[in-house]
């Protein structure tokens, strides 16, 4: 069902993501930001200062390998392309678009190319695990301390404390790094309340989805576990978010106020196909096969053609590039 008069608390960032057509198809509930999470016992250690660019994050998984091979500044993910479709945003990158009643899908454009080189580079000189995401290797390199950082979102704050209990203190947060230095983040995760057109009662249910995504008791019941660390999307319920996340983990560090860096700087224009999992599931598999000489241009090339194939299947007319 859609919905009328309801968007003009939420970041409109959110809103566009919800809009087709000119009308609002749902109620954002959060949208998360990528973040940087770091050890800053390990930084201190080896003296390295905070990256605010991707050529200072090299620059800082360079002298961290040099200074204990063991180590690593972070990961590449194999199995959830979703990390790389985020960073690909925050590039400046636009793999879907409409022209008349047609899509039009570049996962190669120039941003997306500057990213791809980038982390084909970290992965070539060994800079970067190159694993899964969540796996049992991932957690054994975290606790052993064998990882110095990892490129997540808000929500990862919650999964690090509830993962790393005995790290407590020895964590921070930093707004993603970026090509200039200048806040810009892409949304990795968040979460939207829709009205099915099957509904027995719309009213009561866009009821619900308003007071579950923009009121403080919605909020409230949301994060009542004290684990989760989401980024509402409402951002006068940042404060009811920070309130219920103890950030001792973190040192007692303002992690929202590092979310609300990014969550301001989410770049507009970005467009979700109409087949995510068929795109991202067919750069997975190529994501999988990195580390046996398949490469990351290969893996968004399968991308590309897994879609335009996909949208041909369905009907759906494609533009020409």
């Not at 990390?83 to 190669?108: C, Y």
């Not at 009561?204 to 009121?215: K, L, M, N, R, Y």
Request: net charge negative; aromatic share 12%; proline share 5%.
């Amino acid at each position: 069902a859609e919905v009328h008069g309801l968007t003009s608390n939420y970041l409109p960032q959110t809103v566009q993501l919800t809009t087709l057509g000119g009308q609002n198809w749902g109620l954002p509930l959060d949208a998360d930001p990528q973040v940087f999470f770091y050890r800053k016992d390990i930084f201190t250690q080896y003296q390295n200062p905070e990256p605010t660019t991707w050529a200072e994050l090299r620059t800082a998984a360079q002298q961290l390998k040099a200074a204990d091979p063991s180590t690593r500044l972070g990961s590449f993910f194999t199995d959830d392309p979703s990390t790389f479709d985020a960073m690909a945003w925050q590039a400046g990158a636009h793999w879907f678009g409409t022209s008349a009643d047609a899509w039009k899908v570049n996962l190669l454009d120039g941003p997306t190319q500057t990213m791809t080189a980038y982390w084909q580079s970290m992965i070539d000189d060994d800079l970067v695990r190159v694993e899964p995401y969540f796996g049992q290797q991932w957690s054994s390199e975290l606790q052993k301390g064998e990882l110095a950082g990892y490129l997540g979102a808000a929500w990862s704050a919650g999964s690090l404390k509830s993962a790393l209990s005995s790290e407590s203190g020895d964590w921070a947060a930093a707004p993603i790094p970026t090509w200039d230095g200048r806040a810009a983040t892409g949304m990795l995760g968040g979460s939207v309340f829709v009205v099915g057109k099957d509904s027995k009662n719309v009213a009561a249910d866009v009821e619900f989805s308003e007071w579950a995504t923009g009121t403080v008791a919605g909020m409230k019941a949301r994060i009542g576990s004290g684990i989760s660390s989401i980024y509402p999307a409402d951002p006068a319920l940042v404060a009811v978010a920070k309130s219920g996340f103890n950030t001792a983990f973190f040192g007692g560090q303002d992690i929202f106020a590092t979310f609300s860096t990014d969550g301001a700087a989410f770049r507009a224009g970005w467009t979700w196909g109409p087949s995510m999992d068929v795109t991202n599931t067919a750069i997975a598999d190529v994501f999988g096969k990195l580390t046996s000489g398949s490469t990351v241009t290969q893996a968004l090339q399968q991308g590309q053609t897994a879609t335009l194939a996909d949208l041909k299947n369905r009907g759906l007319k494609v533009a020409p590039r």
